[in-house]
Structure formats: C-alpha cells, structure tokens
C-alpha cells in the first residue's frame, strides 16, 4: 500500500469532517498522523487506533470510511490514531521496519514510534472508552477482546449482535491462548499476558479509568468484508456506550 496516498486521504476524510490534523512523529520519512475533532467541550472523550501490525490493513480503511460518512460527530471529543506503523504497513509486515512488534512496546517504549504515541496521549484529555482495530491471520471470524476499569457496562454482546449479519463470530473456544467467554468474546483482565511486553490496550487500562475492546478480524476474508466488519463494530461499540454517558 501506498503509505503517502493514505495519509493524505485520511488527513483530507478528517479535514473535511471538521478535525484538526496533525503529525505527531515520523519514522523513516513515513508521518504518525493523528486526528482531534468533535464536541468541544464536554465529558465523553473516546479514542480510535489502527494499523499498529502492518499486515492489518482494514483498520486504517475502517477509519477512513467512518471519517468520510461523517460518523465521528459532536457527541463526543474524538482522537484518532489511524497508522501507528507506517513502515509496517508499507512493507505489509506485522513489525515495523526494524522488526519490533509496536504492540508489545508499551511498557519499554524501546521504538520511536511507541515513544512518540505515548507523550501525544499523555497531552490529550482522557478518554473513556478505547477501541483499537486489529487482524488475526490464524482465525475465520470475529472477535474481540474487551477490558474494563471503568463503572461502564460491557460492551461486547452488543458488538458482536451487529457484526455477526456481515461476519460470523469465530468459533475457536481458545483465541490467542485464552479461553473465551463467549463465541468471538474474551474479558481479559487488564494485566499484559507478558509482563514486559505491554499491548496498547494494556498501557491505556494501567493509565485510565475505562472500556477498552480490541477488535479482530481474519485476514483471509475478503477486505472489503473485513473494512465492513470493522465499521460495524466501531458503530454497534460507540452507539452502546454513548447513551450510558448521559
């Protein structure tokens, strides 16, 4: 994938949309672009990322269909992190150029692109409710995973309810060593599994106060299927846990 033609379509999808733009690193001469928008004031502050495994591309289009259906509206403060790993995904692999796994650098922040993330969040308001936008080449449906610090009601039930007309949960009763809660559904603890290796959502669950769900979906579907799922998902979580917030 063309790694410029990307950015740039998304900086205009989220210009378009009202959002204030910016570049928050840059990893070589590839930018960390990021996105703040809607409500300007108010309590409800949710945060988006894609594209930290560069071998997940659906994520990074997920977001840019949202932004061009003008989804992230006033009903909330947005932050939107659509391409944590350029390099990754110029090169189609899960690690960056230097070959380090982004999302399990959250605890040691040992890459640039991790480092540079992590004091752009540490500027932001903080946020409720975090959702981050993944792929699994070893599974044939969706799922999620799902953490809660917060007071807030589960989220997962409701997600998997509107993705399941586009895909079906997976099946699998055991998702990345963990045995599921329901089909397509794990409630992890917010500890890391490895301790030194500390995933994006595990940083968020240690800083904040909040629902966290990771989505997954199978690489081997069809992209524009796994686009949809992902948009799906992304809807059925905020429109769940907006109404919760008034």
Not at 2 to 18: E, Y
Not at 54 to 69: I, K, N, Q, Y
């Amino acid at each position: 994938m063309d790694v410029l033609d990307i950015c740039r379509a998304l900086t205009d999808d989220a210009q378009r949309a009202g959002f204030r733009a910016e570049v928050y690193g840059e990893v070589n001469g590839l930018p960390l672009p990021a996105f703040t928008g809607g409500a300007a004031a108010g309590d409800t502050v949710i945060y988006l990322s894609a594209g930290i495994h560069g071998d997940e591309p659906a994520g990074v289009l997920a977001l840019r269909e949202l932004f061009a259906a003008d989804f992230f509206d006033g009903r909330a403060r947005w932050l939107v992190c659509p391409l944590l790993n350029p390099t990754g995904l110029a090169a189609g692999t899960r690690e960056n150029f230097q070959g380090l796994d982004l999302n399990r650098d959250y605890r040691r922040r040992a890459s640039s692109e991790v480092a540079a993330h992590c004091r752009w969040l540490e500027r932001q308001p903080p946020f409720q409710l975090a959702l981050s936008l993944h792929e699994d080449w070893e599974t044939s449906g969706f799922y999620l995973y799902e953490i809660n610090t917060s007071r807030s009601a589960r989220l997962g039930p409701a997600v998997l309810a509107a993705t399941l007309p586009v895909m079906p949960a997976e099946p699998n009763p055991v998702l990345d060593g963990h045995a599921v809660d329901a089909p397509g559904y794990i409630f992890h603890r917010p500890e890391a599994d490895d301790p030194d290796g500390w995933p994006e959502a595990i940083y968020h669950a240690r800083r904040l106060p909040l629902l966290s769900c990771t989505f997954e979906t199978p690489s081997r579907a069809p992209l524009t299927v796994r686009v949809q799922t992902q948009v799906a998902a992304v809807r059925a979580a905020v429109e769940k846990f907006l109404p919760s917030r008034r």
